[in-house]
Structure formats: structure tokens, C-alpha cells
């Protein structure tokens, strides 16, 4: 059954209460055509909501059309760095969704530009034109943290809840599912060294989320299932150290490799190396395989708090049972393995 939102004159307190389908509801999307965009443009799609994704380069988001119906889903552009274009995105909308995020910084993709002040301009936007907020930040989100891409998914999440106090955050732990950044790049790796480095000694803990399980809790905070000013922290069911996710992949990949320990200084060394590597104008190694930042994010585990789930602000909180890594992440790291689909273990 989809779900219906209620609506009454604003102006007559006495008025009936009237019933919107979802198919009255325009949901605005920005980040829409990423990885985890993709699945909530799918859930929300399969809900009949029409939706708009605001994109950079609309030209580009052609693979979201067959996720809905024929003029369900369009593209729309925009810029989260120039804001009349967001305020063009959001206008009419009546739920703004924020999923945009960087991973690293280059050239003026900085993180306070994207993740800040970026994610200000939509809460604005969708405060000036009456709409809900949804806003995607990250579990280890925090003013004191040590890596830049926790502070500015903070100060984002602060700046949100000022322009839009009833807002629904959400922090997720890595996300795992095809195309995902984490498994396939340590998957990849593994195909060429013949050592995997475990920064810290491996043993940073995390709690690897499924995509379309964020995406299913995304499309229930839509439906107005999610208490309004709440920050929920997704992860999976299992918690697994760095060390245990790269035996996994190993595993999983039919791979031998040796797993070295690397100091958290030697790591950063490393990382700079490959920052500099990817300022060299060669598309193959425009993104580096490790960043300065990226080692100091793990300093911190990355799992749901223990305050979260005792109050509910979980995916299993949502009425949500997610799915464990090795349930899906076999299904699509079967190319890594030496045969690719003709290997004696097929997912």
C-alpha cells in the first residue's frame, strides 16, 4: 500500500482534512544520480511519487528513466554552489531530499562548499517553498572529529536544523551494493598488490549498510514515518573490524594476499603521495586511491551508537531488516575472482 499524505486549508483550522495520493507529492532529489541516489529514486518511484532530480548535468542522468514510469522522473539542472538554481530545483517541491556528498576535495569540490554550505542552500530553499527536508550525512559526523569530511557532514547537519528544524537527518555507515566505493576498490586492489595495507592495524570497526536499505528508510521519512528533528544511524546487522572486511573480500574474490599493518603516520605518507599522483593530468589517476583525511577517519569506529539504539533510531527502529554484506556483496564481486563467472564459486 503507498502512502497518502493529508493537507487542509492552512487558513480554516475547522476544514476537512483532504487525501493526497503519492502521485500528487513532487519529491526533489539532489545527488540523485549517484550511488545511493539511484536507489532512492527507485524506492521512491515504486511508491508513485513524481520526482525531480536536480543535477549538474541533467544530460547525464538518462539512467534513471527506466526506474519509473514513462514522465515520472526528470532532470532538472543545478548547482548546490550557485543558489537560484537550487531555489529554481526546489520550487513546487513538496519534499526536498539532500543526498550530495564528496568523498574527497578537488579543485573546488571542497567539503565545506559541498557538504556546508551546500547543504544550507537546500535547506533554505526548501524552508522559503514550505517543503519537508531529508538530509543524508554520515555516522562519525562530528565538530571535533580529525578528518575535514566529518566536520563540514556536522556543521552541514547544524546548518540544516537551523533552516529547517523539523528536518529528518540520517547517518549511515559505508555503504555497500554494486558499484559501491568500499569493496569494489579494495576488490580491485587485490587483483594487483600483492599486499593490502591495514591502516592502524586493521582495527577500525565498521557496520557496512546496504544501499537500498537506506533507501527504503529515506522512502519511509517521505511517507512521514520518521519522527520529524531526529538524526537516525543506519548500519547493517554485523560489525566487522578493516581486518576482517578485507579477509572478506579475499575471501570472497578467491584471492591470497598478504594483509601488512601500517602505522597511521606511515598512512598518511602514503596518502600524500597518492594526492600528488592524482594532480598529474592522467584521467586514470585522477582519484586518489587514499587520501590524508581518509586515514584520519579512521581513527574513529564506524558503527551505530549504542544511544541510537536504544532509542530507536535505527533501520531495525524503522521496521527495517537489513540485509548482511554477505548476502549482496557476493552477488557482484564475482568479477573480481580469477575466472569471473566461470569460477567454481558462483555467487
Request: net charge positive.
Amino acid at each position: 500500500m503507498t502512502a497518502q499524505l493529508y493537507s487542509c486549508d492552512s487558513s480554516d483550522p475547522n476544514a476537512p482534512m483532504t487525501i493526497r495520493s503519492n502521485s500528487d507529492t513532487l519529491i526533489t532529489i539532489f545527488g540523485g544520480s549517484g550511488f545511493l541516489g539511484r536507489h532512492v529514486v527507485r524506492a521512491l518511484a515504486k511508491r508513485n511519487y513524481r520526482i525531480r532530480v536536480a543535477v549538474r548535468r541533467p544530460d547525464l542522468a538518462g539512467h534513471l528513466q527506466p526506474l519509473g514510469r514513462v514522465g515520472q522522473i526528470n532532470a532538472v539542472q543545478a548547482n548546490i554552489r550557485h543558489r537560484p538554481s537550487v531555489a529554481s530545483a526546489v520550487a513546487g517541491s513538496d519534499i526536498v531530499i539532500n543526498l550530495v556528498g564528496i568523498l574527497f576535495e578537488s579543485g573546488r569540490q571542497r567539503f565545506d562548499a559541498v557538504q556546508s554550505f551546500g547543504a544550507e542552500g537546500i535547506a533554505l530553499a526548501a524552508a522559503a517553498h514550505n517543503a519537508r527536508m531529508i538530509h543524508v550525512s554520515a555516522i562519525g559526523a562530528a565538530e571535533a572529529s580529525r578528518a575535514a569530511y566529518a566536520r563540514a557532514k556536522w556543521r552541514g547537519e547544524q546548518l540544516v536544523l537551523t533552516a529547517m528544524p523539523d528536518a529528518t537527518i540520517f547517518r549511515p555507515s559505508i555503504l555497500f551494493g554494486p558499484n559501491d566505493d568500499f569493496f569494489n576498490r579494495f576488490a580491485a586492489m587485490a587483483q594487483m598488490a600483492p599486499v593490502l595495507p591495514l591502516i592502524g592495524g586493521g582495527h577500525t570497526r565498521f557496520q557496512p549498510v546496504f544501499a537500498g536499505d537506506v533507501a527504503a528508510a529515506i522512502a519511509k521519512a517521505a511517507d512521514g514515518e520518521t519522527v520529524p528533528a531526529t538524526i537516525y544511524e543506519l548500519g547493517g546487522p554485523d560489525v566487522f573490524t578493516f581486518k576482517e572486511l578485507m579477509k572478506f573480500i579475499l575471501a570472497t574474490t578467491g584471492r591470497r594476499r598478504l594483509l601488512a599493518p601500517l602505522p597511521f603516520a606511515v598512512a598518511k605518507m602514503q596518502a600524500l603521495g597518492f594526492e600528488l599522483v592524482s594532480k598529474l593530468p592522467l584521467p586514470l589517476l585522477a582519484r586518489p586511491l587514499l587520501t590524508r583525511d581518509q586515514v584520519d577517519s579512521l581513527h574513529y569506529d564506524n558503527v551505530v551508537s549504542d544511544d541510537a539504539r536504544r532509542d530507536g533510531r535505527t533501520l531495525e527502529g524503522l521496521g527495517i531488516t537489513p540485509h548482511p554484506v554477505g548476502e549482496i556483496v557476493p552477488t557482484y564481486l564475482w568479477r573480481f575472482r580469477s575466472a569471473g563467472q566461470f569460477h567454481d564459486r558462483i555467487a
